[in-house]
């Protein structure tokens, strides 16, 4: 029987399982977790909104009626193309006769990887319980500091980077100081904080049209955001950010920053022996396979992919859209039948900002504030897998809207994890409050 390797469970891969799931086929899906993780909210665990089983589930759940899927838990090292392996990194070997790559992407610091334990990036789960932590434990650190200056360093959060994950993230920081916490502190005004957000370009979300970027930086400074575009990061310490500006370099001091301005593919993609873009994706055919290796594709972020003269963007639909058309094709070659040509589909472009405020664009329409946030909303909870993480996530959203308040606000202490190292990330998925 024809065996399929499908390596990652991010939505590419999932959803290339999922089409293959009535297939006369062997599937073994291998992931690093044990979880699929609906990435999108993942800021809404890093702050408090969510806790984590609302957006992720076990993988092995998922696929448990899919008869003809394994589901193994390992990271993998290597892929040796001429042989048709997969190298685990126990040194175990997975032959395939059809291989699927959807293993995503990783933090860039553009060279800067020693900025990685002062400013944590926000990709899994482990990320957002250490980032959470950290932002929560800066009020808690700034109630207990005397100088004024410290404190006020304490309480200033750097979110660095406007993209969607950036403009999200300083938004809910901001209303996190403004309304969750307000009036449980006896020492520090929470109302207080400064939420910087700090971009590069000269505006923020600068994916997006011209026009949605104005109206989302004006709802972000209407919740108290401080925008700071054109500034380029050249430092950052445990003690704050220097950035250069038009005007020369300013020092911003800083106890808690947040990276979102960059993403590398997984280095995985470069074990194939096929070209690598800038930004470590592989260039694949048309078809999403790699060049001289029919049997081979790769899907999501890890795929630099061209679809009618435009770069695919790397957003959850096209990698579901990539997954089934890698399934797809898998299905035409075994049959002996000609591949087909990706075909990327956009079905728009969202970003919520805050209570009330979002923006969106679908197809020609654009449209901003509160519609946007409504329909926000909605495809958010459309897309979120099981009922049961529909309904958490409802009940914490509608409870959250009517009294502000988020419920997943434990961390774990130091004196309870002694063997915390400094600026080492939280991974310990087990000590999630649920």
């Not at 029987?1 to 006369?24: P, S």
């Not at 076990?58 to 040796?80: E, G, K």
């Not at 930004?279 to 078809?287: F, K, L, P």
């Not at 679908?362 to 459309?382: D, Q």
Request: aromatic share 8%.
């Amino acid at each position: 029987m024809t065996h399929i390797v499908i390596l990652g469970c991010g939505f590419g891969g999932l959803w290339a399982a999922r089409e293959l799931a009535v297939a006369d086929v062997q599937i073994t899906v291998i992931d690093r977790s044990n979880h699929h993780l609906f990435q999108p909210l993942l800021y809404q665990v890093a702050t408090a909104g969510l806790s984590a089983p609302a957006i992720a589930a076990p993988i092995r759940h998922i696929l448990a009626d899919q008869r003809n899927a394994t589901t193994l838990m390992a990271s993998v090292s290597a892929i040796d193309v001429m042989r048709r392996v997969v190298v685990l990194d126990d040194d175990c070997e997975i032959a395939y006769d059809y291989l699927i790559v959807a293993t995503g992407s990783t933090h860039s610091y553009f060279g800067h990887d020693e900025w990685a334990r002062f400013a944590p990036g926000l990709k899994t789960l482990g990320d957002a319980f250490e980032i959470r932590r950290r932002i929560l434990m800066a009020f808690e650190q700034a109630e207990r500091e005397t100088d004024l200056a410290r404190r006020a360093a304490w309480l200033t959060f750097t979110v660095i980077g406007a993209g969607a994950t950036g403009v999200e993230m300083a938004g809910t920081l901001a209303e996190i100081a403004r309304h969750t916490l307000h009036g449980e502190f006896r020492r520090i005004d929470s109302r207080l904080a400064r939420v910087v957000l700090v971009e590069g370009a000269d505006r923020v979300l600068p994916p997006y049209p011209p026009d949605l970027s104005e109206k989302a930086h004006a709802q972000l400074t209407k919740l108290g955001v401080e925008v700071r575009t054109g500034c380029r990061v050249t430092e950052i310490d445990e003690e704050g950010v220097t950035f250069s500006t038009v005007g020369g370099n300013e020092r911003l001091m800083s106890k808690t920053v947040i990276w979102s301005a960059g993403v590398a593919a997984s280095p995985l993609g470069q074990s194939l022996g096929v070209p690598l873009d800038r930004a470590g994706r592989v260039a694949v055919e048309s078809d999403l396979s790699i060049r001289g290796h029919p049997e081979v594709f790769v899907i999501g972020d890890l795929a630099a992919v061209i679809s009618d003269g435009k770069p695919v963007p790397g957003v959850s639909p096209a990698a579901k859209q990539m997954g089934r058309t890698a399934a797809h094709n898998i299905l035409h070659r075994i049959k002996g039948e000609k591949a087909e040509a990706f075909r990327y589909r956009d079905y728009g472009s969202l970003a919520t900002i805050g209570r009330k405020s979002a923006v969106a664009m679908v197809g020609k329409v654009k449209f901003s504030g509160f519609s946007a946030w409504l329909f926000w909303l909605f495809v958010h909870i459309y897309f979120l897998i099981g009922f049961r993480s529909r309904l958490m996530v409802m009940t914490d959203w509608a409870w959250a809207y009517f009294t502000f308040q988020r419920n997943a606000r434990i961390v774990v202490s130091a004196e309870d994890e002694p063997d915390r190292q400094p600026g080492k990330r939280v991974n310990d998925t087990s000590k999630e409050a649920t």
